[in-house]
DNA sequence: TGTACATCAGTGAACGCGCGTTCACTGATGTAC
DNA sequence: TGTACATCAGTGAACGCGCGTTCACTGATGTAC
């Protein structure tokens, strides 16, 4: 049934075009003032037809929120492999904060939007998600010796530690310092190469 | 005039309690549902007469936001100053954390609501500011020779590293990881003690 | 002390707004024979 | 190829909602003489 076929691309990219609109009002006013109704408005369709291709405005949403968190996986693996593990650790905290200050409003859907679904270390975890990606990295760097666990501070805590540098850095450039002029790449890497100084011997 | 005085203090009371009402709302629904009109009815007003305490929703926010700030500093300044800076710095870190633990929507206040004043490092900063308060302790561990500014990581630089660090486990604490179940302080403790580590000779 | 007046705290009703969602509908496109 | 029918994409109007703010008002309290 090829005319199968066509219906389905054609709602498939309609529905693409639909969050499309959404994303660019997110970006244009901020998540809190996005509405349903504007979107359609942007779109050329109306408030009801969205409903042809949504539950709601919470699925919406929802999905913007999924694309965001592959668009930070795509910039966590930039960093190359073939680069000592220590140095990499580095380069991969500080894609993460390029992508908050790039997209700051992908990140904000990424972590203020989704609640994280794990809620204790010994959950198993999505194998594509950054954390794991950062995890990984953190795991290599210690078998090739450049950083070292102690009593207490393991693979989970040290690993948590770095994105909690990330995530303050990028959060804080994002908002609380976003008119606030500096070099801040500059800084940043001093911190992330101060701190792996410190996990060090 | 006594009854100036005593309307006057009758009216400041009002407007406490009215405050006090609305810190609950957020507290209890979040600050994105906050509205005048359940602050007036919970507080036993219509909501018309809120504008005979208030020029507005805006400005009840503003004046919440200024009780946070002020709050935080009393946490920041909890650590005792007669042990050795490199710990103290530990400890306001930890304290940080805390107050966002214990307050989170006051910390979301203070760190959502408010945007910086301060736009460059050059400009001058509000000497009750808990900026000030970590910093003046970055100072001394510098002082004392436990910490070490090196080329182009300077003071500013040091003291936006720990704050960024110390932000980024509250922001994850709080909203992220809010129901992920391990010991943070402990963990944080640790990432602390790393980075004051790093900063070391 | 009594009274006329001014100030005060607070109200009820209305303003216009934009929201998410539902539902009966219509006109266009595709299908079967 | 023509026609009767089914499916599809999309709509307009309405639902009920809660919002921030304004304004003319009222009854209580305090003041001045």
Redesign the interface.
Known sequence: MPENKTRQNRHASVKQSILKTAMALIIDKGI?KLSLREIARKAGYSPASLYEYFEGKDEIIAQLSAEAFDRLSIYLSQPPTNIPPDKRLIEIGMAYVKFARENPEHYDLV??R???K????SEEINAASPYIIVRQAVVEAIESGSIVM?R??DL??IT??L???????A??QN????????DFD??NR??F???????GT
Do not use: C, D
């Open positions: 809190a972590f203020n989704l609640p994280s794990r809620s204790t270390a102690s207490g501070y989970e805590a948590y530690s994105w909690s540098l990330a995530h303050g850095m959060t804080l908002t609380h310092l976003s008119q606030f002029e500096a500059k800084v001093s911190a190469e101060t701190f792996i100084k410190g996990l």
